[in-house]
């Protein structure tokens, strides 16, 4: 009975597969190393085998391949060896996406070994190489990883970077080989990497505890550094803030700021925020508005943030004008 799919390919298929590829000259040296009855079964199996798919070639070289580095210290065989063996076996097409399949496949597992490095150091690293291998290296990397990768990358580099990606369809073997090398450098780099401080988010916690001057030490930040100085306000001001708010605070911000824009701000917000929000508005209203949230549907990402932002922006604002209270940060109280 044939196999019907690579997953159901037995062991001794799978041996018979490889065998098949080996060409007949190789294959001849490993049947003369088994045994009588292991000899038998496989050549049995090479017989009956026909129609042979590609996808069950590539499942048994890959795994006669992760076994044989499991149980040697040699790497195998090489990949023009491979090349010239698979190309006699099956033709030049099917060697090549074979090949492809089991390289690639190779090279993602060290590609994860990434995910614990910084972006930024990431960044450093492939902004030495020419524009190709920057672009192969970020297409084996998971995308949310990639995309912080480019994020961190000089802003000339970006779309540069994102186009010479998107025209990739396949990698050859000298660049394939020449991204493993990359690769093995940055793992090897790893323990090089220095330690991440987030400077602005410290800084607004310390804005954020200091009484009474603080307005007049940030418009004196701004004046060095008006674009950091941005971020530190950003940070100052975070979402979450709105449930440590007083119900008059909270109260006034509700009826400044539209429903609607409620209903897509808290879209996926942590339970202590909608919480806050629900309590100070009347029963009405809020009725009203879980039945808005439950009609609004998922929301995307960005739209989410951007409510939050209007919101934010609008609390800030009636703090600058002296309209609200604001607690800035989580602080003990007393009765």
Known sequence: MLPTSAASLSPVERAAIVLLCMGEEPAAAVLRCLARDELLGVTQVMSRLSGIKVDWVKTSLQQFFD???????????????????LDLALGGEIASSVLNSIYGDAIRPKMQRLQWASPKWLAEQISREHQRMQAVFLAFLPSSMAGAVIEALPEFLRDVVLLEMARLSEVDAELLHELDDMVERCI?????????????????EILNRMPGQRQQMVELLRAH??????????????????????????????????????????????????????????????????????????????RVEQARAEIIARLKALADAGEIQVQLFAEASVE
Do not use: C, N
Not at 188 to 204: F, K, N, P
Not at 278 to 285: S, T
């Open 67 to 85: 076994d044989y580095r499991e149980q040697s210290g040699v790497h195998g065989a090489s990949r023009s060896y491979l090349k010239r063996s």
């Open 188 to 204: 090897a780099g790893l323990g090089q990497q220095g330690a991440s401080v987030e400077g602005v988010r410290q800084v607004a």
């Open 225 to 302: 550094d008006p674009e950091v100085v941005g971020e530190i306000e950003v940070s100052m001001y975070e979402f979450f803030m709105l449930s440590r708010q007083s119900e008059a605070t909270l109260l006034r911000l509700v009826e400044d700021v539209a429903l609607e824009v409620w209903a897509v701000a808290l879209k996926g917000a942590e339970a202590p925020v909608r919480d806050a929000i629900l309590a100070v508005m009347p029963r009405r209203q809020a009725q009203a508005f879980e039945d808005l949230m439950r009609r609004g549907g998922p929301m995307p990402k960005s």
